[in-house]
Structures are given as structure tokens and as C-alpha cells.
């Protein structure tokens, strides 16, 4: 009986050292982000350590870095001044956000991040609005944190909220996300009357379907001077083609009496004399609409 002698082991390829390699970075990498993910700074810190040792040019040791070091020195004390508030908010939009987002994805990175923003919001709270600091009230910084409810606190303790285009975007942006569309299209009402700009960037964030759908139409529709202020006709315009919404938009509080806010208040009233079947008013009314805004005057006509 014959024995056979066992097989002589295989030398271990380059390829095999190259996965060997390639294994050993990911999972180092891998200790970093999941102690990252648990908010464990310590042990964030000692994995980073252990994979500069080993990998030191491993393109990830520099957005790991910052992140473990956002874990590492995050903050309680109030800011003293909106100049320091302002330092803390382009580090935390500048250079963690982005390594966040390198690191994790969009949607984890906007999670990891929202125990800083709400940080930062917290130590906020005390400092007044200023137009010239806007990023650096508590408001928008509860926005980025998720948390809306406080935001919209945030802005309504701010004297004449309405009437100012950044409070009154925070909290139509912040009543959005906590009730939706049916709830803040007075806030939106009033928000395109007084910045047509950030209007246009709110609904943009917003991404809402309708939203969006009525303003491809309404720039594909509406007849006005081609600027970006022609957006504040919008709620008027809304009313000529979802004549349903009238409830909705007329939750718009008066604000400073400008064009589109009368044009958008005359639809108001040409829809409720129309249900009363008040014809000669409506005559009145409709010369009214005509003479303050043609193109809104023919959309409306439009279907009528």
C-alpha cells in the first residue's frame, strides 16, 4: 500500500499579498468610520492613528481627520459674538461637511451631522438677528440639524419676522417640513412678495412635486419682464390656474401692499364675487386686475 506524501504548500502570490493589502486598509478604514458612526472619539482617534502608521498615504487620513476631530472638540459654551459664530459655521459648512459627505454619503453624512449643527444652534440661541449675519442665528442652524419645531421658534422671536425676506424663508421653509405644502402657502405667498429670490431658492430645497410643477409652467407661461423679480406674481398666478388654493393663499398675512400682493388680493375677491354670481362688481374688479398686471389679467381671463 502505497502513502502518499502530502502536497508541498503554495508559495503565496503577489496577488494574494495585494488583496492581503487592500483588506487590511479597508478594514483599518472601516474601525475609523465605525467609531465615527458611534460618535466615539477616543476610539476614532486610535484607529486613525493606527492607519496613518500603516497607510500614510491613504488619500482617507485627511477627512478622517476631520471628522474625528469635530467629535473630538465639539463645544457647549455660548458664543460671545456673532464673529465667533461665524467661525464655527465655515468650519462645520466648509470642511466637515464636505469630509462628511466624502466619507459617509449624502443622506448619512446629513445625519452624522446634525448633532453639530444642532450644537452650534444651541450655543446661538442668545445672539440677535443681524441681516449681515444671517448664517449665524439659531434659526437656520436648527434647519440643517433637522430640527424644525425649534426653528420655527427661533424665527418667530424675531421682531417683525414677517416683513424680513431670511427669518420669514426659515420659517416657511421649517413649517414645509414639519405640515407641508397645504400649510405654508401663505408663508410662500408672502415670501415671493418680498424676496423673489429666495422664494426661488427655497423651492428649489423644497423639491415639493406641485411646487415645482406650477413653477416650470408659470416660467413657461407668464408674460412679465424676464427678470427674477417676476416671480413675486407667482401666488397670483397660482390663483388663475388652481382656483382651489384660494383658501390656502388667502392665509397670507397683508404685508407691504406691493403690486403682487394686490393682484394676488383681487383674485381673491373676483373668485368669491364670481361664486355670488355679483356680476357688475366683477366688471369693476376684473378693469382693476387688468390695469395693475396684463399678463396676470389674461391668465386669469384665460378661463373664464
Known sequence: MSTRLPAAPQPITDMQLDIFEHSRDLMLRNDALQALQQRDGVAARAAWRVLAAEYPQDPNLAPLAVLVAALEHA???????HGAARVEFEHLHDEVEPAARLQFGHADAAAWMAPLWRGAAQRAVRLEFKPDGCDTHAAPLYLRAGD???????????????????????????RFRLDG???????????????PGRFSDLTKRLADPLLQRLQRQFDAEFEGDGSPNDLAWFPA????????????????????????????RLLLDLLHLERQGRHRDLIEQRKCLRDLQPAIYAAYMRSR
Request: aromatic share 10%; no cysteine.
Open 75 to 81: 463645544h457647549s459654551v455660548a458664543f460671545e459674538s
Open 148 to 174: 424644525f419645531a425649534q426653528a420655527a421658534d427661533a424665527a418667530a422671536s424675531i421682531p417683525s419676522w414677517r416683513r424680513i425676506p431670511a427669518p420669514l424663508a426659515w420659517m416657511a421653509e421649517a
Open 181 to 195: 405644502l397645504d400649510t405654508s402657502w401663505g408663508l410662500l405667498a408672502q415670501l415671493a412678495w418680498v424676496s
Open 237 to 264: 398666478w397660482v390663483l388663475t390656474e388652481r382656483p382651489a388654493l384660494a383658501g390656502l393663499l388667502g392665509q397670507a398675512e397683508p404685508g407691504l401692499h406691493t403690486p403682487p400682493e394686490r393682484a394676488m
